[in-house]
């Protein structure tokens, strides 16, 4: 529905988009949706968070592979550090089922490739993160909307319709959808502007807030030095990838044109060495 808005209001203009690149996108994202709520479902809360820790070596992977993206040291250890640092603070309690881990690595993968894919689409077809909401959103909403209130049944054994719905649970419905559009927006415009691995970065520090958050508004209960230790040393690997990514060499993309390049520069200089030889 705010799609419509958005376009009414002119921040979508149109544009194209292939319906098999849409469908594509929105398999992933259901994926990753009904993945995570799966996996926290079945799993412990420390293997749940093993689990979102582990999509920033899997996105790097997908770069790497699909991409030819090549990482600095400084930014392979920038990203080990974040992660030690939000393990320190998040991991406790780890237990784990065959369902529980089959549900966990189709959560993360999902997760992977939907981010990627947002970063992919809008550099290759050229368009903006409200363009790509405004093509991905209304499909994904009324798959969702279909399938849903089934898997709900399915894995849950409540119908969505049994609910009593009262005036403060729909007033919180209507604030969760609502904070929800602004989750998505923000990570469309942050992963085309970035990548999805600078994505995962800064959605640790989300982590960090909410545990920050936490402690302020619901008492200290559970706050002990290795969770200040945590948070510190995620932090400090957080400003560490930013100085490290943003330097040159950092971070970057090695395309087939360089390479060639490369190698021809590499020959003529072959070949003069040799006429320098036999010189």
């Known amino acids: 529905m705010l799609t419509l808005v958005f ?15 849409i469908l594509k996108f929105v398999l992933f994202a259901n994926f990753s949706i009904v993945g995570m709520n799966i996996s926290l479902m079945w799993n412990s809360v420390g293997f749940y968070q093993i689990a979102k820790l582990s999509m920033i070596p899997v ?11 090549r990482y600095s040291r400084d930014t392979k250890l920038s990203i080990v550090v974040v992660l ?18 089959l549900a966990a690595c189709i959560a993360v993968w999902s997760t992977a490739l939907q981010q990627y894919y947002v970063h992919y689409l809008q550099r290759k077809y050229s368009i903006g993160s409200f363009n ?12 969702l909307l279909i399938v849903g209130p089934f898997l709900d049944y399915m894995f849950t054994g409540e119908r969505v319709d049994a609910y009593q719905y009262s005036t403060t649970s729909v007033a919180f419905l209507i604030v969760s959808c609502t904070i929800a559009v ?6 469309f415009i942050c992963i085309g502007r970035f990548t999805a691995v600078s994505f995962q970065v800064i959605g640790h520090m989300k982590t960090i807030l909410v545990l920050t958050l936490g402690f302020v508004f619901f008492g200290k209960e559970g706050l002990n030095l290795q969770v200040v230790l945590g948070m510190v040393v995620a932090v400090m690997g957080m400003i560490w990838y930013g100085n490290a ?21 590499q020959e003529s200089l072959l070949e003069s060495t040799e006429q320098e030889d036999k010189v």
């Open 245 to 265: 990514s943003s330097k040159p060499g950092g971070k970057e993309r090695i395309s087939y044109s360089s390479q060639s390049n490369k190698s021809l520069k």
């Open 132 to 143: 790509l909401l405004g093509h991905t959103a209304p499909v994904q909403a009324t798959s």
């Open 84 to 101: 030690l640092g939000v393990a320190f603070c998040t991991v406790t309690d780890v237990s784990v089922n065959f369902k529980g881990f």
């Open 182 to 187: 602004g989750t998505n927006l923000s990570q």
């Open 59 to 69: 996105s790097c992977f997908l770069e790497v592979v699909l991409d030819q993206v």
């Open 7 to 21: 376009r009414w209001l002119g921040y979508i203009q149109p544009t194209n988009l292939p319906v098999s690149e």
